[in-house]
């Protein structure tokens, strides 16, 4: 039972997705709507199972996988480093603060073609602008998670009379990495999304690619086929992460399990 | 003043000399004189509470002889050596101060036993030797069995007694205490008070304690140092005598109520 009750969502998320399905299949049998504009589940299903037995897809989908982690390697390099230092450093923070702004509000998909002439169609252009989207986030969870280190800590490594380093290996990184994990979580997904964008704008490897391929031959079923395939690789991206929140801070609220009563 | 007679111990050596140190904060609205210019002198494995209103200065004495705050003026010796020299902190003295805040300021990344053991980390004491000494305390404190556990999951009064845990690993000769017990229920409380008499009776440890609470004051203290607000100063201090150790019934006793009307009587007269 309780175990039942802990597990819930095992329950409700294919019932949910279960639901999901019948409304559409239900749309595409009542409404007539072309096949070619949204093919019914099972066509969409069946297609997918052919693609995921062809070579190809999986070629694209470990491009884009590349892409993504590589981009996310130097946007967690730029985001924790730069973040850390930032944190420490009160005078660079603001001095650095309105260029870090100007990557972010400058549109990306207008540095893609700037990444694009200087790199040409291989996979540089895309961890570029994986990794100028990914970064943002990671810095910023970061340079806040530093800074907001309790007083009441620092008052027990000053009274301790640890050093610099001490102080950040005890107290400063470990109480930023809640922060620097949410960071990450949100930068995971953002790095995915720069490796798609950067495919879409040239080249002829990736899923993004493979999607406009589709689109192109008025594939339809393709395309959802991608998609299904999109979906799946940004899922194992977010339980990678989850995983690393489990096992960096599993003294953490978000990640405590309840345990036995306390021994006598 | 009260309590029961007795030959008067030979005095022992000056552990704590806060001579002459006064305390303003420069702040925007403009200097908070937060300390007048007070002398206090703790004897060794005296214990010495400082009692007072909020705002009286009680957390601000105590951090100086922490060394977390540095006085405007006026000198501070620990076990005979000069807390500063100059704007830096003398490490030796620090290292007989052990701090007890009124937050238990647990890490909540390292278990208890690395809670605990954490000051003999800093120090580069071996895991195994620090590992066996965490064991020891927790046990001494009263927490055993919980050594593996996070931080989050102990009571208030557990979190409390593995800070103090902490502060005794070290040995130091000096045990700082800001109102240790202030977020715990009454009962509770008086545990711990009796707690740390005990500790104190076995460790010889010096105890400077500050409280709001008289009757916890009356129960604790060898001295009592009354503190006056603004700017913060010895109203007045007041042994107290009554054998150890004591236990709670002490508090029924005529002169433990005496000896608490009487302070309540000054506390009242500054309002
Ligand atoms: N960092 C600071 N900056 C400015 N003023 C301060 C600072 N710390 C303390 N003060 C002032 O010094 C005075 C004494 O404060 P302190 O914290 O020592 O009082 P306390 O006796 O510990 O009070 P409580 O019982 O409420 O803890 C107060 O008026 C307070 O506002
Ligand atoms: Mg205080």
Redesign the interface.
């Known amino acids: 039972m309780n175990f039942l009750r802990r597990r819930r969502a095992w329950i409700t998320t294919p019932l949910l997705l279960a639901i999901f399905i019948y409304f559409w299949d239900l749309y595409c049998r009542l409404s007539g709507i072309h096949p070619f504009i949204v093919p019914r589940p099972g066509a969409v299903l069946d297609q997918y199972l052919t693609m995921v037995q062809t070579r190809a897809l999986w070629e694209h989908s470990w491009i884009t996988v590349f892409e993504t982690s590589v981009g996310f390697f130097f946007a967690c390099v730029i985001g924790i480093g730069g973040g850390a230092i930032l944190g420490k450093v009160r005078w660079l923070e603001e001095a650095m603060r309105p260029f870090v702004i100007a990557t972010q509000v400058i549109p990306k998909i207008a540095l893609v073609s700037l990444f694009i002439l200087w790199f040409g169609f291989g996979p540089e252009p895309k961890i570029l602008v994986s990794t100028v989207l990914a970064f943002f986030p990671i810095l910023t969870n970061t340079l806040l998670g530093v800074k907001s280190v ?1 007083l ?2 620092k ?2 490594m ?5 050093t610099r380093w ?1 102080t950040w290996r ?2 400063e990184l ?2 930023a ?1 809640p922060a620097i994990i949410a960071g990450l979580e949100v930068g995971v997904v953002l790095a995915y999304i720069g490796a798609i964008v950067g495919e879409f704008a040239g080249g002829t490897k990736g899923l993004g690619y493979l999607t406009l391929e589709y689109q192109n031959g008025f594939n339809a079923p393709g395309l959802f086929g991608v998609l299904i395939q999109l979906t799946v690789i940004g899922f194992a991206l977010y339980l990678l992460i989850l995983g690393l929140r489990r096992s960096l ?1 599993p ?3 978000s990640v ?1 399990v309840e ?1 036995p009563a ?3 | 003043m009260v309590g029961v007679s007795g030959a008067a111990a030979p005095a022992r050596p000056v552990e704590i000399d806060f001579a002459g140190v006064e305390k303003r904060f420069p702040t925007p609205e403009g200097v908070v004189h937060a300390v007048a210019k007070t002398d206090i002198q703790v004897r060794q494995q005296e214990f010495v509470v400082l009692l007072g209103p909020s705002g009286c200065g009680k957390t601000t004495i105590l951090r100086m002889i922490a060394g977390l705050l540095q006085p405007s003026s006026g000198t501070i010796a620990v076990a005979g050596r000069d807390l500063w020299q100059g704007s830096r902190r003398d490490s030796q003295a620090l290292a007989e101060l052990g701090i007890v805040f009124q937050d238990a300021n647990l890490f909540p990344w390292y278990s208890i036993e690395r809670n605990v053991a954490m000051p003999l980390e800093l120090r580069g004491v071996s895991h195994r030797e620090r590992m066996e000494r965490a064991r020891a305390l927790c046990d001494l404190v009263g927490i055993k069995g919980f050594e593996k556990r996070w931080p989050r999951e102990l009571s208030g009064g557990m979190r409390q007694r593995a800070a103090i845990a902490r502060a005794l690993s070290y040995d130091p000769e000096i045990l700082l205490m800001d109102e240790p017990f202030g977020a715990l229920d009454a009962m509770t409380r008086d545990t711990m008070n009796l707690e740390i008499q005990r500790l104190w009776m076995i460790q010889k440890s010096t105890i400077v304690f500050v409280t709001h609470s008289i009757a916890e004051a009356v129960f604790l203290a060898d001295r009592i140092i009354l503190l006056s607000p603004r700017p913060g100063r010895i109203r007045s201090v007041t042994e107290v005598t009554f054998p150890r150790p004591r236990d709670m019934v002490v508090q029924t006793q005529p002169e433990f109520q005496d000896i608490v009307r009487h302070l309540r009587g000054e506390l009242e007269d500054m309002e």
């Open positions: 309790d009441g800590h008052d027990v000053k009274s301790l009379n640890a001490q005890m107290l470990p109480s990495m801070i003294w953490h609220e405590l345990r306390v021994p006598a």
